[in-house]
């Protein structure tokens, strides 16, 4: 693929990738807590929605609105609010969690839909893909197959990064046994959600 080679090209994309997904941040809490209270396969619409909504949220920077953000400080500082909100919001929903057969009625994972709008609503997405962007992409002639390529890449190895946080999640639903043990948990895991507006709200 010309300039696009594996070991210039596309393994420190696929780096910079794995080490972005795979260390801890909101997507992963949440999806540790999916699994643990809905099981792996409930947990994949969530899994596919970060994926897929990254993808998009790369293109999009790609196209140039990423810049918008860099130029005029006011959005970033709407992105900021919106993201903390949505944040809390999705924290309250781990915190209130009804695991799967622990009564309470049937609980909800988060859906495909909205693990994908959340990464728009993500400052350290937009931060991920504004880096991305700046630091793999080619100039000229090779920006928009270098810009395809760095999206496609972060998004294939996003999805097995944090699948691994789902099934370490699902691991620890089988060892919660009573019903304090499930709350206790779910109100640990909601709180750290939380915790992470204040990495927004600091960064």
Not at 73 to 80: E, H, K, V, Y
Not at 116 to 121: E, H, I, K, L, S
Not at 165 to 185: D, E, Q, V
């Amino acid at each position: 693929m010309g300039e696009l080679d594996f070991q210039g090209f596309f393994l420190p994309v696929m780096l910079f990738a794995f080490v972005m997904s795979a260390t801890p941040g909101p997507n992963n809490i949440m999806l540790t807590a999916s699994g643990a209270n809905y099981g792996f396969r409930r947990t994949l619409p969530h899994m596919f929605g970060i994926s897929c909504g990254f993808l998009a949220l790369i293109a999009t920077v790609a196209a140039g609105l990423g810049a918008l953000f860099v130029a005029y400080p006011p959005l970033q500082t709407t992105l900021r609010v919106v993201g903390s909100a949505y944040l809390l919001y999705l924290a309250w929903r781990i915190a209130t969690a009804n695991p799967e057969g622990h009564g309470g009625g049937e609980g909800k994972p988060i859906t495909f839909l909205e693990a994908a709008g959340f990464q728009f609503a993500n400052p350290k997405a937009w931060i991920m893909a504004i880096s991305a962007v700046s630091a793999f992409t080619l100039s000229g002639d090779a920006y928009v197959v270098s810009a395809v390529a760095v999206a496609l890449t972060c998004s294939l190895v996003n999805l097995p990064s944090i699948g691994m946080w789902a099934a370490f999640g699902t691991a620890i639903g089988w060892l919660l046994r009573s019903a304090n043990a499930w709350r206790r948990f779910n109100h640990a895991m909601g709180g750290l959600t939380a915790a992470c507006v204040l990495l927004i709200v600091l960064d």
